[in-house]
């Protein structure tokens, strides 16, 4: 009896010491093209902020590529695509960027960053009355975007966006 007890306990044991290794999604070597994307911009932001622009600009410019990437295996992720028009934008490229956001709306019409960027975009490019109409589609959403929108609008030309 201790023997069909201990024959059980090896056979558990050993079933779930293999299936423990075998989900690949749990591998940290494995890396998301999105999320490193994200932890780019963020790095980038906090060297904007602190008027290292060229700097920036490298960091932007290699979370486009992770971007890209991140594109090409999910073409229907409006987030993906407010990333790439944002990184687009801080590098100084306004066409591409404007394309990416409004791709990104041809998906979700309604989402917040995208209508706030685009209208940061549009302000940057002159198009005041086009920012507006951004600002118009977020004034039911009482977010965040709205009031920074809002405030770039009010006082377009004082703040680097």
């Not at 201990?6 to 056979?11: A, C, D, L, T």
Request: some cysteine; overall charge positive.
């Amino acid at each position: 009896m201790k023997i069909f007890f201990y024959i059980i306990s090896i056979i558990l044991i050993s079933t779930y010491v293999f299936a423990a290794g075998s989900d690949s999604s749990s591998d940290s070597s494995v890396s998301d093209p999105y999320k490193d994307a994200k932890n780019l911009v963020k790095r980038a932001g906090k060297l904007e902020n602190k008027d290292k622009i060229d700097k920036a600009k490298k960091l932007y410019a290699q979370a486009f590529k992770k971007l890209e990437k991140a594109y090409s295996s999910d073409k229907n992720n409006p987030d993906i695509l407010n990333y790439m028009g944002y990184t687009s934008r801080k590098i100084g490229n306004f066409d591409q960027a404007e394309k990416f956001y409004l791709r990104g709306l041809n998906i979700k019409p309604d989402h917040n960053g995208i209508n706030e960027y685009l209208g940061e975009l549009y302000v940057q490019t002159n198009r005041i009355d086009k920012a507006k109409e951004r600002l118009e589609v977020l004034k039911s959403c009482n977010c965040e975007e709205f009031k920074e929108l809002e405030l770039i609008i009010k006082t377009r030309g004082t703040k680097v966006y």
